[in-house]
């Protein structure tokens, strides 16, 4: 009876050790989202004065990977801006692959919706615009030769845009952060 006792509480803390072992791996290999971060964003002064129907805005995102055991793979990104509800231009960033702790800075320009570009052109004349920024993609994480499952990641930011075209206000960096429900419900359709 002794020794039936002694093996059963052996058999416990056997499994006991291997579960709280596997918590630890768990927590110490789950992969952090990468950051998205709009460093620099710019409307050319000639854009703003010449009073014409087309515009352009050019901008400068960083992607971060701050995970150490992971690298991403991203499948094409869709980088949207929005001026109030209406879509300002949108870009499509490539499918591409990141190195664990990596940093990627993507420079590109988007051209300007002809319709929403004279109420943009107005709002920055006269003081600043708000834009809305939404980044949508998808990415896998491969760790320890692993690839995951396809995860959805949608982010979103807002810009504020001054009378010289670039990022008003004290911050000149802004930090894409996750979308809020209504926003992800009324752009998800968009992405797939």
């Known amino acids: 009876m002794c020794e039936t006792k002694n093996f059963y509480l052996w058999v416990l803390q056997f499994f006991g050790l291997l579960g709280l072992l596997a918590l630890v791996l768990w927590l110490a290999l789950r992969p952090e989202s990468p950051e998205y971060t709009i460093v620099d964003i710019t409307i050319p002064k000639s854009d703003i004065d010449n009073g014409g129907q087309n515009g352009s805005i050019l901008y400068v995102l960083e992607i971060k990977n701050s995970n150490k055991d992971s690298s991403i793979y991203y499948d094409d990104t869709i980088l949207r801006f929005y001026y109030g509800s209406d879509t300002v231009g949108e870009k499509t960033i490539p499918s591409f692959h990141q190195g664990r702790a990596k940093t990627r800075e993507v420079t590109d320009s988007v051209d300007v919706n002809p319709r929403v570009w004279k ?4 709002s920055i004349s006269n003081a600043t615009a708000e834009l809305k920024v939404a980044l949508l993609t998808r990415l896998r994480y491969r ?17 504020l845009v001054g009378s010289d075209g670039k990022i008003f206000g004290k911050k000149k960096k802004i ?7 209504k926003w992800r419900s009324t752009r998800q359709r968009l992405l797939y």
């Open 119 to 122: 109420a943009i052109r107005n």
């Open 175 to 181: 930090k894409l952060r996750r979308a809020s429900k």
């Open 143 to 159: 760790t320890w030769g692993v690839k995951s499952k396809h995860r959805g990641l949608h982010l979103q930011g807002k810009l």
